[in-house]
């Protein structure tokens, strides 16, 4: 049985599904009856959902329009 | 592609000049986020932004359709972001900051006992509830702040891999870096951003 500190260790990998078959196994297993474990992936998975949501700022209003006015100035093809 | 993609991309086609501001305003920030991964100046990384609006609608009517919409900028924005930095002769060498960053990061953030427990529960995190939206805005920004002080290989990593969505393949052709190298720097990335944000989530 894999050890929590291996499952940690070794997290990235299952996520990304980049672990071979029975290592993946074995962390599944592992997480079945881990609550800690189970917790501390849903957590990287929540931490990967927060980085998806930061958001960046809007352009400024001159940046903006600069930009669309080159758009507009584009010919077009139909 | 997605239908909603297809949608946008049929009115910027037709000319749709509102649908290109909401492109603007949705992807501006990101592409000089992007920019900056390759470039630490903030002028070469705006001007590389500005060819990247230029390359996107000139090439509207070229672009295949094949990857999603903001893939096709990014992969754009990539490219010019480069071939900027080669020409200013700071390309920065990702193979090698990634070796260096996995030698000497002593940052290790996970407590375990000698038989390989965790030496503290792993508790759910209080300000991620539904009911706590708030603590969610608050969450958002701290790890948004957490990225930034990342070193820059990881940093570049998750925002490809994580923030952008790119697949391992191309990180690693853009980067120019290994299978490995990505896994080690991701790992080590999230697994201080999540420290980052236990932090956050269980303050009282
Ligand atoms: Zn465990």
Redesign the interface.
């Known amino acids: 049985m894999l050890?929590?500190?291996?499952v940690?260790a070794q997290?990235?990998?299952y996520m990304?599904a980049?672990a071979p078959l029975p290592r993946r196994l074995g962390i599944w297993a592992h997480l079945r009856i881990c609550?800690?474990?189970r917790?501390?992936l849903?957590?990287?998975a929540?931490?990967?959902g927060?980085?998806?949501?930061?958001?960046?700022?809007?352009?400024d209003t001159a940046?903006?329009d600069a930009?669309?006015a080159?758009?507009?100035a584009?010919p077009?093809?139909? | 592609m997605a239908g909603e993609d297809a949608a946008v991309l049929a009115r910027l086609r037709a000319g749709d000049q509102a649908a290109f501001r909401e492109l603007v305003r949705a992807r501006h920030g990101a592409l000089l986020r992007l920019a900056g991964t390759f470039l630490r100046n903030r002028a070469s990384a705006e001007e590389v932004v500005q060819d990247t609006w230029l390359a996107v609608i000139t090439g509207l009517h070229s672009y295949s359709g094949e990857a999603p919409l903001a893939a096709w900028i990014n992969g754009i924005l990539a490219n010019k972001a480069k071939t900027r930095a080669v020409r200013d002769g700071r390309m920065v060498n990702f193979s090698a900051l990634a070796q260096a960053e996995a030698a000497d990061d002593p940052f290790e953030p996970e407590r375990f006992l000698a038989d390989g427990h965790w030496a503290n529960p792993i508790r759910p995190w209080a300000a991620m509830t539904p009911e706590r939206e708030a603590g969610d805005r608050e969450m958002l920004a701290v790890v948004a702040a957490a990225l930034e002080t990342l070193p820059p290989a990881q940093r570049a990593v998750v925002l490809l891999r994580d923030v952008e969505g790119m697949d391992s393949a191309s990180i690693c052709a853009t980067l120019e870096i290994t299978e490995a190298n990505l896994r080690v720097l991701l790992h080590r990335a999230r697994t201080r951003l999540r420290a980052v944000a236990n932090s956050a989530g269980n303050a009282p």
Do not use: G
């Open positions: 050890t929590c500190e291996q940690a997290a990235t990998d990304e980049t609550p800690n474990c917790e501390y849903r957590q990287l929540q931490t990967i927060l980085l998806q949501r930061s958001p960046t700022p809007p352009p940046t903006e930009l669309v080159l758009f507009a584009q077009k093809r139909d």
